[in-house]
């Protein structure tokens, strides 16, 4: 297999980034009182739950979690696969009255986030929706934009970010590739 073109985050860097949200999230918000995080599936969700645990941690006060399944909401459903996977959405508190902050790896297009906000609305009103990813690598094709943001990365179109976490590769890592190299 090939290599990255370049290690952008490392592990300590990953954890960095999700500290300076947490901090970014709660001088924002007044405090963790009334927030809800809910991670996009799949890396979306361990990055929810990191960030709840540090916002406990540093306000004192739990801040529930859950996660979100946007297969269905997909523009591009027909294009990704024949027979799509669709996951659990488990959010396990009502919106009503907190305000939620969507979690997710890699802001790209804007897409994802569009289906995500769909797919969050139909389960109830939130008091507002706020957004929070690691890696913000530009290319926007919908006027959407991250509220926190680990690390922004100007990358060209032949080129792949692949984040990996802990929880689901073994190891923390933000990577640039060749897109010829991933395919």
């Known amino acids: 297999m090939s290599e990255p073109k370049a290690v952008i985050l490392d592990s300590s860097e990953v954890g960095r980034a999700l500290t300076r ?3 970014e999230i709660i001088e924002r918000n ?3 009182a009334g927030l809800a995080l809910i991670g996009v599936h799949t890396r ?3 990055l929810a739950e990191r960030l709840a645990a540090k916002l406990s ?3 004192g006060v739990p801040v529930p979690t859950g996660s979100l399944d946007i297969t269905l909401y997909r523009d591009d459903l027909s294009e990704v696969a024949h027979q799509p996977i669709i996951r659990e959405t488990q959010v396990p508190f009502d919106l ?4 939620v902050i969507l979690v997710d790896d890699v802001l790209y297009t804007g897409r994802t986030v569009r289906a995500a906000l769909d797919a969050l609305i139909d389960l109830g009103r939130p008091q507002g929706i706020q957004l929070a990813v690691l890696v913000d690598r530009g290319h926007r094709e919908l006027p959407i934009r991250a509220d926190y943001v680990g690390k922004n990365l100007p990358t060209s179109l032949t080129e792949v970010v692949k984040v990996k976490l802990a929880e689901t590769d073994g190891s923390d890592s933000v990577e640039l590739w060749d897109r010829e190299d991933v395919l």
């Open 21 to 23: 949200i947490a901090h």
């Open 30 to 32: 007044k405090g963790a």
């Open 44 to 46: 979306g969700i361990p």
């Open 57 to 59: 941690d540093l306000e």
């Open 96 to 99: 009503a009255d907190r305000r």
